[in-house]
């Protein structure tokens, strides 16, 4: 599969959602994709994924920004805002409606969940529901309430495998079914919010980014991201997932789980926490 070209100079992000204040398992992401850019001389930059308008904090983007200064953590450019970039993702969404490869669909949660237990498939428990592709050929006289992407239609168009592979730098050779493991995916959702697959693939293409560090809790997001991007016609990323910081109830540490946010009366002492976990895991920098 495709992928940036070595010899394109090196550009990294950080993509905080303003949920919430930077916690310890965001900083880890944080300082992970900023060392990684610095240890390959090249630029870091930072971008405000606040595309999921009512989960956001008030202020908490300004909050962010001024977290990432205390620590030292400086963008090298302008930062990106999600919310003003509604025009660049209504062009991309446009494009793969005419190629074919976008359809609106009419479907509810429960319709979803219905259809499959019809056919005998209920998705597991805690397990992400994989679209049964009821409205692929039709809305059948419904009203539509979302977009979809006709996942085997674009890998079919395009000559790609059904199932995907890339590279991940830590973990090594990765693969995904698309179609199968997770079905047509949502590019603008029934409330009329843009969905994050889409977002994030058109935002990364425009500010040129060549290489993507982040948490391991996001790795399966990728081959949907892949696919978007062969469809777009963007450049595939180089892919690095680093371990996440775990709460003390064995999940990943989050704000939707109450981590705190950073005590920032000792920032050296954060990046020192931060760096220290990052060690204890194996990740190297630059690696």
């Known amino acids: ?13 950080f993509a905080p959602s303003p949920t919430g204040l930077l916690h310890r398992g965001s900083l880890v992401a944080a300082l992970a994709s900023f060392e990684d850019a610095r240890a390959h001389g090249g630029r870091w930059l930072v971008r405000i994924e606040d595309v999921d308008g009512p989960r956001c904090v008030p202020g908490a983007a300004r909050q962010i920004l001024a977290q990432l200064r ?13 919310s003003q970039r509604a025009t660049a ?8 409606i ?14 979803i969940e219905r259809a499959l237990r019809s056919a005998g498939t209920p998705p597991a428990r805690h397990a992400s529901a994989v679209y049964p592709g009821t409205c692929r050929n039709g809305l059948n006289g419904k009203t539509g ?16 495998p059904a199932v995907l592979h890339w590279h991940d730098r830590r973990l090594g050779e990765q693969t995904q079914d698309v179609a199968a493991d997770v ?4 590019l603008r959702r029934a409330d009329g919010l843009w969905a994050y697959q889409l977002a994030v ?30 469809a777009l ?25 109450g981590a705190r946010p950073l005590d920032l009366a000792d920032p050296a002492q954060c990046l020192q926490e931060a760096r220290a976990f990052l060690a204890r895991s194996g990740w190297l920098c630059g690696r």
């Open 1 to 13: 599969m495709d992928t940036t070209e070595a010899s394109q100079p090196y550009v990294g992000r």
């Open 70 to 82: 205390a620590l030292g953590l400086h963008p090298d450019g302008e930062v990106m805002v999600q």
């Open 89 to 96: 993702y209504e062009a991309a969404l446009q494009i793969l």
């Open 98 to 111: 005419a190629r074919g490869w976008a359809y609106p669909c009419a479907c509810t949660r429960s319709d």
């Open 145 to 160: 309430r979302a977009w979809r992407l006709d996942v085997a239609r674009v890998l079919h168009d395009l000559g790609l």
């Open 183 to 186: 079905g047509d995916f949502v």
């Open 201 to 230: 693939v058109v935002d990364d293409a425009d500010q040129g980014i060549t290489d993507v560090v982040r948490g391991l809790d996001l790795l399966d997001n990728t081959a949907r991201q892949i696919v978007l991007q062969k």
């Open 233 to 257: 016609g963007c450049p595939t990323p180089r892919y690095l997932h680093v371990p996440v910081v775990m709460g003390e109830n064995g999940e990943k540490l989050s704000k939707q789980n």
